[in-house]
């Protein structure tokens, strides 16, 4: 497996959100081998909305994908949370311009389709590999050597694991580190906004915290339609699928008696998917040699930061601009590269995990605290809001990997005037 270029040869196995982030970040970087390698025949992401933190939507932009994202996205004003029954706010946090100024960047919110197709025209369709399925792989000193389901070998120099919660690289590269079933079942669903209409859903993060489960909807392609995810206790569902089809009634009465505006999203829903909830505990090691992981494999999260594909959109610049640091010694750069990354993403994972059962308090007194917190906030310092988020918001890959490297940044090029909003 002997090197035969003067810059290393990158394989990714996967061409989901994470990976095609790492192979354009790459290509802006100037990197001219990269194989990307996607299991499925078909190149299509699935009909699901994704929210995107500011931390994130700053490297799609910095990737000069901002025309491309502004024109599907949509900004919401603030995240407003509401009692499950009543409707009553129960915390209130402004985004819009007001965030976009602090960090930098909007947030946004996509259909994950249209996300998906901002990063494969501008990386090229002509440039992935489809139905190419990562079946083992080898290293040594030299490089990696990667056997596809097919019986082809691929060489290269370095491999990215970013194949999801179920990766095949990671289930070579960390062994019986399986991925935790959660107990945790989540719906969803995407109307059509106009028949929606009548609901009056205002263009924010909506969500609606109950026990045991909660609501979240907001709008998506540019305002025609509404994203909704509900999530509640899994009962004997295992199946980990985002194309599962389920029964609408069953989710209807999953939410019997919740707020007529959570019922009307579903009533005003033609198909309703399922899919149940994984995790894994936070793990230090991601990396062994010439390979890595990326996204879902090294992370996976429950959704209720809202930042999973944020944290992937992350991942995929910093180990870009890591091996852009050190070019001739890969296994330094992924050491680098993990190194950065996993305190940071550990604590998004167990952040994600602290959400999830406030936002499922069943206990009264512990309900009445948590909103007499998010209450008092409102009236208090303004500032204080923001600074809580600071840490998750204002994150930025390049200060991160200067800060490491030393002299990264002056390696590779900067934004163009263009791709900042």
């Known amino acids: 497996m002997k090197a035969s270029y003067d810059q290393p040869r990158i394989l990714i ?6 990976g095609l982030t790492t192979a354009l970040a790459l290509r802006k970087l100037g990197f001219r081998h990269v194989e990307v390698l996607e299991q499925t025949a078909v190149l ?44 009553r706010t129960i ?79 990671r289930g070579q590269l960390l062994e019986g580190q399986d991925p935790r079933f959660t107990g945790l079942l989540a719906w969803r669903g995407m109307a059509d906004a106009d028949r929606a209409r009548h609901l009056g859903i205002e263009k924010n993060v909506n969500a ?27 009962g004997e569902w295992r199946l980990e699928s985002w194309s599962a089809r389920g029964d609408k009634a069953e989710v209807l009465k999953e939410f019997e008696g919740w707020h ?52 992937s959109i992350e991942d ?4 870009a601009l890591c091996l852009a640091g050190l070019p001739h010694d890969p296994a330094a750069a992924l050491k680098a590269y993990e190194e950065l990354r996993t305190a940071r993403t550990a604590r998004v994972q167990l952040g994600s995990r602290e959400a999830g059962r406030m936002f499922h308090q069943t206990d009264p007194l512990k309900k009445f605290m ?29 200060e991160a990997v200067a800060a490491k490297l030393g002299t990264v940044s002056a390696s590779v090029p900067a934004p163009t005037a263009d791709s900042i909003a």
């Open 44 to 87: 299509k992401e699935v009909g699901a909305g994704i929210q995107l933190g500011p931390n994130a939507v700053k490297v799609l932009h910095d990737l000069g994908i901002a025309p491309a994202l502004e024109a599907v996205a949509v900004a919401p004003l603030a995240t407003r949370s509401r009692d499950w029954a009543s409707g």
């Open 316 to 319: 995929g610049l910093v180990l």
């Open 370 to 398: 948590r909103n007499l917190k998010f209450r008092w906030a409102a009236l208090t310092n303004s500032q204080e809001k923001w600074r809580r988020v600071d840490w998750l918001y204002s994150y930025d890959c390049r």
């Open 91 to 169: 915390r209130d946090f402004p985004l819009g311009p007001e965030c976009a100024q602090r960090y930098g960047a909007p947030y946004y919110h996509v259909h994950r389709a249209d996300l998906h197709n901002a990063l494969i025209d501008a990386y090229g369709r002509e440039n992935v590999r489809l139905a190419q399925r990562v079946k083992t792989y080898a290293q040594d000193a030299a490089g990696v050597r990667v056997v596809l389901e097919s019986g082809e070998t691929v060489e290269g120099d370095v491999l990215v694991g970013a194949d999801g919660v179920h990766s095949v690289v």
């Open 208 to 234: 609606w915290w109950g026990p045991h489960r909660h609501f979240v909807n907001y709008y998506v392609s540019a305002g025609r339609r509404i994203n909704w995810i509900g999530i509640v206790p899994a």
């Open 260 to 311: 007529p505006i959570v019922r009307g999203l579903i009533e005003a829903t033609d198909e309703v998917f399922k899919w149940a909830l994984y995790d894994r505990d936070p793990w230090p090691v991601w990396t062994r040699g010439r390979v890595t992981l990326l996204g879902d494999a090294a992370h996976p999260m429950v959704p209720f930061l809202s930042q999973g594909g944020s944290q």
């Open 13 to 18: 196995a996967g061409a989901g959100i994470g």
